[in-house]
């Protein structure tokens, strides 16, 4: 929620928008060039493409990426069946095999970037330019990624990937550009309106007959594993703390820093936060939010209510949002945030990430002062944290060699515990860990150590304790779930039937109100209505129905259409004229949207071939056993 709600510091921002740029959508954490050479197929690795391997934990970054950013855009979090039905783990590895292939086939053909293209390339970024529009020059460069926790050799290989990639589109795709037909078909699909009617088979109103015992034994045994106990893991962990205040930062480390920092109003926040659901009521989460504030206001300290209630990953952490300024945080937020005194709690706050405590922990006297500060804790944090990490990764090869964690811990002195059995989509308690952490401990063998991984404020180092398999429930166990389940299925498919049935007949020349009488279900025209509008309160705003309007005579009936769990039969009534003088208007900019878009379409399916033949040649190999492993 963090990593939403805040945005990283310029210099951050800067990389991560040139990472983007370098390694192109989805492709976020791919930084390393593909190795030459023939080495054995698997190894540690998860695939092979032409004799390159694509390693366990790039596959493992990757994809607990993807993971992570369905799980933000569409509100899926800690549900694994959902994931396992996006297939995410094959897209992923998808996508890494296609970069590899792309490389592969540029080099085929005789393609190369040179390393004075490369040194031109990064001379161009803005993050790597001074206010004066200069390059920063190589050692301020490299600082910029170390302080981003990116290797300069691994960035620099993922902008020569890229200049490949550029110069591999241009080769194949520079030659084409759309016909004068296409141009005008595209903008009749975009402007002409049209008016239909229509008839809609609604599961709700299907009738079924009963469920005999045989039909459901039969479903749970084609369906075995929608019923299965998924696997479950116990770990036991050790907590090393980052501590700022324990590392030193020099006086000429500040100033230099304060050079990234923007002179700006700047304070510091914490927060409580108590989620809603989308477009829900709130009223569970006032509540909620109402009793935390009473103690709070009754004496309780704001960081251990935060640890105990916050729904963030900020909790962790006692809900420290660190140095912000304003324009960093969304405005309903900011704004009451930016109205407290040092030390002031907020009342109720509402964004539309839930219901927010706010806390105030820092209001710099002055701009300057607010700079110095946010940079002295920008190093401490940065420093700290790499201090950690280097001693948390000793003790993870430590346990990893056969130490006792426990032993480990005590001598340490380290917080120690182990957790309950927990699910890939659980959140261990008290741990402040993502996704990306189940995706660890799910991947590793028992007595496997796993981390170091860094939540919140604390280092974790975990050791994999006992794995539960995932196990087929007895049918007994989950009749009423399977007849659930199978009459569920069972109505949408009779809907679908009828709606099929209803279309077959009106094709061979039944009249459609005719037929719609017959079989109870009603007749309803629309008015006009564009490519891109919502129909009605019943066809809603309906893609397909979009999209096979314009290539739909008038009188012309569709199959039926999927709107809203209901089998939609329509009948295209009349289509509306275009203006030609608007035609002429958007002509040149219709013709380069096409352009994009083919060339776009002819390079994804060049690729694709290229991923086809090295797969008819044996060339990809992918090891599923591991791939499972990792994706569950």
Do not use: C
């Not at 069946?81 to 592969?104: C, K, S, W």
């Not at 001074?130 to 600082?143: I, K, P, Q, T």
């Not at 299907?206 to 469920?211: C, L, P, Y």
């Not at 039909?215 to 980052?242: A, G, M």
Request: hydrophobic share 40%.
């Amino acid at each position: 929620m963090i990593h939403w709600f805040r945005q990283k510091k310029k210099s951050l921002n800067w990389v991560l928008w040139v990472v983007i740029i370098v390694l192109g959508a989805g492709m976020l954490l791919l930084f390393v060039d593909p190795p030459q050479g023939n080495t054995s197929v698997f190894g540690n690795s998860l695939a092979s493409v032409a004799g390159n391997q694509i390693g366990v934990e790039e596959f493992r970054r990757h994809y607990g990426q993807m993971v992570q950013d369905y799980e933000q855009r569409f509100n899926i979090s800690n549900n694994p069946e959902i994931l396992r039905q996006l297939r995410l783990g094959d897209q992923a590895l998808n996508q890494l095999i296609g970069v590899y292939a792309t490389v592969y086939e540029a080099k085929r053909l005789g393609l190369d970037a040179t390393d004075q293209e490369v040194t031109e390339r990064i001379r161009e970024f803005p993050a790597f330019r001074n206010a004066e529009g200069s390059f920063v020059g190589f050692d301020e460069y490299r600082r910029i990624l170390v302080a981003s926790r990116l290797d300069p050799a691994e960035f620099e290989a993922g902008v020569r990937r890229q200049i490949l990639q550029e110069k591999l589109v241009s080769l194949i795709t520079d030659g084409i550009e759309p016909t004068p037909q296409q141009i005008r078909a595209e903008f009749d699909s975009k402007n002409r309106q049209s008016r239909v009617r229509y008839v809609a088979f609604d599961k709700d109103n299907v009738k079924m007959k009963e469920v005999t015992q045989a039909e459901l034994e039969q479903f749970f045994q084609d369906n075995s594993d929608s019923f299965k106990l998924p696997e479950e893991r116990k770990i036991s962990y050790l907590k090393i703390p980052v501590d700022l205040q324990a590392v030193e930062v020099g006086e000429a480390e500040i100033e230099s820093r304060i050079e990234d920092i923007p002179a700006q109003e700047r304070i510091r926040a914490s927060h409580i936060i108590f989620r809603v659901p989308p477009e829900g009521d709130d009223s569970d989460a006032r509540r909620r939010a109402r009793s935390v504030l009473q103690q709070i206001r009754n004496g309780a300290d704001f960081a251990e209510m935060a640890k105990q209630y916050s729904e963030d990953d900020s909790a962790v952490m006692g809900g420290d949002l660190g140095y912000f300024t304003r324009g960093q945080m969304d405005p309903d937020f900011e704004t009451p945030a930016f109205a407290l005194q040092e030390g002031e709690v907020s009342g109720l706050v509402k964004s539309p990430f839930g219901i927010h405590l706010i806390k105030v922990t820092s209001v710099p006297s002055d701009l300057e002062e607010g700079r110095r500060l946010a940079a002295e804790w920008e190093l401490r944090q940065e420093r700290a944290e790499d201090q950690v990490r280097e001693r948390a990764q000793a003790l993870r090869d430590e346990i990893a060699a056969g130490a006792e964690l426990e032993e480990v811990a005590n001598r340490e002195g380290l917080d120690q515990g182990t957790t309950d059995f927990f699910k890939l989509g659980d959140t261990p308690a008290g741990l402040g860990t993502r996704s990306d952490f189940n995706q660890q401990v799910f991947a590793a063998s028992t007595g496997a150590a796993v981390g170091p991984y860094l939540a919140g404020d604390t280092f974790l180092v975990a050791q994999v304790e006992d794995v539960k398999a995932a196990q087929l429930r007895k049918f007994e166990e989950v009749r009423d779930q399977v007849e659930e389940q199978y009459r569920e299925q069972k109505i949408v498919d009779l809907a679908e039937s009828e709606a099929w049935a209803f279309y077959r007949a009106v094709q061979a020349g039944a009249p459609l109100e005719e037929k719609a009488k017959e079989y109870g279900v009603p007749v309803t025209e629309t008015g006009f209505f564009g490519p891109g509008d919502t129909v009605d309160d019943t066809l809603k705003f309906s893609p397909l129905l979009h999209e096979r309007l314009p290539l739909m005579k008038v009188g012309q009936v569709s199959p039926p259409v999927p709107v809203s769990q209901k089998q939609v039969v329509f009948q295209l009534l009349e289509k509306s004229e275009v203006e030609e003088a608007a035609f002429e208007n958007q002509k040149q900019q219709i013709a380069e949207q096409l352009r994009i878009q083919q060339r776009n379409a002819f390079y994804q399916a060049y690729v694709q071939n290229v991923m086809d033949r090295l797969r008819q040649q044996e060339l990809i190999e992918i090891n599923r056993e591991v791939l499972e492993a990792i994706t569950g």
